[in-house]
Every structure is written in C-alpha cells, then in structure tokens.
C-alpha cells in the first residue's frame, strides 16, 4: 500500500513565478491536510480539504495562496507570484475519514520549496 | 488556546545512553489527541504514536516509551540504550477532537533535534 507520496520533492522557483505543489494521498484516504515548514521552525496547518471540498483554510495566507483537492486526481496546493519567504518544506498529510476520532495524519515527504 | 511547547532546541548524547525529549501541551478541552512524529535527516515525517487523553497509560515500544501524565500536561519520549540511527527532529502535536468547529488540524511543537554520537 503505498503512501502519501508528493512531487516534486524539490522545485525552485524565482520570484514572481509559479509553484504548483501535488499530492496523493494515501488509497482510501479522503481528507487531506497541508504544512509548511519554515526552516528551523515546526510545522504549521494551513489547509484541510476533502474531495472537492476547502473545510478549514484558517492557515493560508490571504494573497496568493490557493489550494484544490479534485474528485479525480491529486491535491494541488498553488502559490502564485512566490517570494523568497515562501521558501520551505510543505506537508501534505492524509487520514482516511474524520467521523472516527482516532484518526492519525500520515505524512508525504514533502516539496522543498526554494525561491531565487 | 491550544499551545505545544518543546522547550529542548536540541540534545546530543552518546549512544547507548538513555534520553528524554520534552513536551508539554496546553489546552481547555477535556478530550484530545497527543502524538509524535520523527523526521530524520532525509526529511519525511514518521508517525511514531498516538495517545488519547482518556488513556493515561505508559506505552512501550521496543527501545521507545512515553510517559503521559495529564496532571502536568506532558507527553515526554524516552529512548532508551539511544543509536546514531535515532538522529532526528521529533515532534509533539496536539490535535483536537473533531466537531463542528475543530478540523482535526494538528498543532505542532517546535521540535528537538537529538544528535546521537557514535
């Protein structure tokens, strides 16, 4: 059974461009979470999706920052016009349901994000 | 508000020595769920283990055991007889039991990162 797996594990970026950050969570999972890391720093929740579905965004940055998770295909997190603070390693984690409390988030390997 | 505080930035022992890694969480809720990740040098994150605040049992799993004790509001890690293959940043996280208004996000700690000397 394979993992959460995310691509690319690096992408860098100059500023003003595009980020576009995938991931597929594990199989049976529904609900799926994204971090960042910024360095020297723990994790932070920025948005939690279910199919076709933003349930909690209360971690994104206002501007700039969209997430998607399609009835096909992988969960896309999108940062437009990067700057050099948006550099860092970003999680994405999934969980099969929420319906049962017990839930554990399982993590991908993450995107390192570097910005020129 | 929820608050997780890992206030060792980082350890170094030497292997074969024993070590503790603190956590100590802050919350009103009376259910929640504590857990720890391991994220080694390579980068990804392990789930290492989960515990419900209902069960204040000790757990052990081989080398690893965890110390629960709500009284003080602390999760804290032990590794026992430690080996280099335990360098890493370990991680404490809070996560609140879902509802109408908690998404089950997980609230981290700063991490400490344990150097394990050979």
């Known amino acids: 059974n394979a993992g959460v797996m995310q691509n690319p594990r690096h992408l860098v970026r100059r500023r003003g461009q595009e980020a576009r950050l995938r991931c597929s969570p594990m199989k049976g999972h529904s609900h799926v979470y994204w971090y960042r890391q910024l360095p020297e720093e723990g994790l932070k929740f920025m948005v939690y999706l279910q199919k076709e579905n933003i349930i909690d965004e209360s971690g994104m940055p206002k501007e700039r920052f969209s997430a998607e998770f399609p009835k096909e295909g992988p969960s896309i997190l999108r940062i437009q016009q990067v700057v050099r603070g948006d550099s860092a390693a970003y999680f994405c984690?999934?969980?099969?349901?929420?319906?049962?409390?017990?839930?554990?988030?399982?993590f991908g390997p993450g995107t390192r994000l570097l910005v020129l | 508000a929820q608050k997780v505080t890992q206030a060792q930035t980082e350890i170094s022992v030497v292997e074969k020595e024993d070590v503790t890694l603190d956590c100590v969480y802050e919350?009103?809720?009376?259910?929640?769920?504590l857990f720890w990740y391991k994220q080694p040098p390579s980068g990804e994150l392990v789930f290492l283990i989960r515990?419900?605040?209902?069960?204040?049992q000790n757990e052990i799993s081989g080398r690893y055991s965890w110390n629960f004790q709500k009284s003080t509001s602390s999760f804290n890690f032990t590794i026992t007889a430690s080996q280099v293959v335990d360098s890493a940043v370990y991680f404490c996280a809070l996560r609140r039991v879902t509802g109408s208004s908690n998404t089950g996000k997980l609230i981290f700690g700063q991490g400490t990162t344990l150097q394990v000397k050979p």
């Open positions: 515990r419900n605040s209902f069960d204040e």
């Open positions: 984690a999934s969980s099969p349901r929420l319906a049962g409390q017990e839930e554990t988030q399982y």
């Open positions: 919350t009103r809720d009376t259910t929640y769920y």
